[in-house]
């Protein structure tokens, strides 16, 4: 399971199927780097359920 800015959703589809791999994922409004800590505290809270129910999904 990875986490990764909406940016990324075409590179890691085009890596997972190079790889014949496709890993449970989640994706952020992108960008990150620029975000203050309370903007990223925002953004894992919202990605937070989304996160859990992949760690623990069968």
Do not use: K, T, W
């Not at 940016?7 to 449970?24: D, K, T």
């Amino acid at each position: 399971m990875f986490v990764a800015s909406n940016e990324f959703v075409e590179a890691a589809r085009v890596q997972g199927a190079a790889l014949g791999f496709e890993p449970a994922a989640c994706y952020v409004p992108h960008p990150i780097q620029d975000r203050s800590d309370e903007e990223i505290r925002v953004l894992a809270d919202a990605a937070f359920e989304d996160i859990l129910a992949q760690i623990v999904a069968p």
